[in-house]
């Protein structure tokens, strides 16, 4: 599952971009205490792209063994899932599409960065979308499935996600943390001289929101400007005391990346002053390993229960003719999450290709 989920369990797009065994436990000689103890076998390196043409990827472990995907497609108009028990079996996963969007009305355009989440026995899925006749009018919207399987069963329509405005909000995640329900989101804020900042909410249910709705950060450096002020995809993960909430910046071609926020554990999440703002992004493009845009993470754990993974999307070229929105080539990834001495996440560099036939 996704390991924020288990805690301690505006303008238009173009303008709005957006244990080993412990030593001395078995008096036994090595040779018998590996015997006794049959080493878990290694999970096979991850391929990557692990699934081509799908953008702003989002993997949840559930408790079943199952991974449960779902992305952005390049034409934007359905939502999909696949599962498998293992992150490399995606790739080769039977896809389903589990909502199509209207052909007129509201969510009718632009289905964007689906998310899927279990709360209270039942399935969500987060996603952002247009009514057809107003396609930049972008908001956020809810669907439940109360199945245990989330490929059967009826996905019903919960409707909008009420903001403090009706301006442009895309990329709505939700975490629980000591017993308190979160949503995060982007949203573009009247007034403000950017494009989508960063915000926080608690939660009456799955699809209300309930008391303030604070800013925690909006696009301010060099690097969050680049075409576009954009602050959008955030992502939390909760790890040594703190809540580490990654975001993406910028424009959505080779200097999309991702900036990281940080709040410790016992601190109101509510307050933007205990959400500390690292200066520099945390995760870039890499012409060494050839990857570009990398960004609209979300984190998941490997088949061992511990060991975190980072999930993410990039394309594997620098330049791209016209808007980046209309190149379908943003490929989901999927690497280890590293931390440091200091206790913080070490996103390190988008890893090279492992795989690159018929990928385009």
């Given at each position: 599952m996704s390991r924020a989920d288990d805690l301690p369990e505006a303008p238009h797009r173009r303008l709005v971009l957006k244990g080993a065994l412990a030593a001395g436990a078995l008096a036994v000689t090595p040779s018998?205490?590996?015997?006794?103890?049959?080493?878990?076998?290694?999970?096979?390196?991850?391929v990557n792209p692990l699934v081509p043409h799908r953008a702003d990827p989002h993997i949840h472990r559930h408790t079943d063994g199952f991974y449960y995907f779902?992305?952005?497609?390049?034409?934007?108009?359905?939502?999909?899932?696949?599962?498998?028990?293992?992150?490399?079996?995606?790739?080769?996963a039977a896809e389903s599409v589990i909502w199509t969007r209207h052909t007129t009305g509201n969510m009718g355009a632009h289905i964007w960065a689906p998310e899927i989440h279990r709360i209270a026995g039942k399935w969500y899925i987060y996603f952002a979308a247009a009514?057809?006749?107003?396609?930049?009018?972008?908001?956020?919207?809810?669907?439940?499935?109360?199945h245990p399987d989330p490929l059967k069963g009826t996905w019903v329509e919960k409707g909008q996600i009420k903001t403090?405005?009706?301006?442009?909000s895309l990329d709505a995640t939700t975490f629980t943390h000591r017993g308190t329900r979160y949503l995060a989101w982007a949203q573009h804020e009247p007034?403000?001289?950017?494009?989508t900042a960063l915000w926080l909410s608690e939660m009456a249910d799955p699809w209300t929101?309930?008391?303030?709705?604070?800013?925690?950060?909006?696009?301010?450096?060099?690097?969050?400007c680049v075409g576009y002020k954009v602050n959008e995809g955030p992502s939390v993960i909760a790890r040594n005391g703190r809540l580490f909430m990654s975001y993406s910046a910028s424009a959505t071609d080779w200097h999309y990346c991702m900036g990281?926020?940080?709040?410790?554990?016992?601190?109101?999440?509510m307050d933007p002053a205990n959400w500390a703002k690292s200066p520099v992004p945390v995760f870039t493009s890499n012409d060494s390993t050839g990857q570009y845009g990398p960004g609209h993470n979300s984190f998941t754990v490997a088949e061992d229960g511990r060991t975190d993974v980072l999930?993410?999307?990039?394309?594997?070229?620098?330049?791209?003719?016209?808007d980046p929105l209309d190149d379908p080539n943003r490929h989901t990834r999927v690497q280890r999450l590293g931390w440091k001495a200091d206790g913080t996440p070490d996103f390190g560099t988008p890893v090279a290709d492992t795989v690159r036939e018929g990928v385009s």
């Open positions: 018998v205490a590996h015997a006794a103890v049959p080493s878990q076998p290694k999970a096979a390196p991850y779902t992305a952005t497609v390049p034409e934007y108009d359905r939502i999909v899932l696949r599962r498998s028990r293992t992150l490399n079996g995606l790739a080769s009514p057809a006749e107003d396609v930049w009018a972008i908001r956020i919207w809810v669907l439940e499935n109360a403090a405005w009706e301006t442009f007034g403000m001289d950017n494009n929101l309930t008391g303030p709705q604070v800013r925690l950060s909006t696009p301010e450096y060099d690097w969050e990281l926020l940080t709040a410790d554990a016992d601190a109101d999440l999930v993410y999307h990039a394309r594997q070229y620098k330049e791209i003719t016209g």
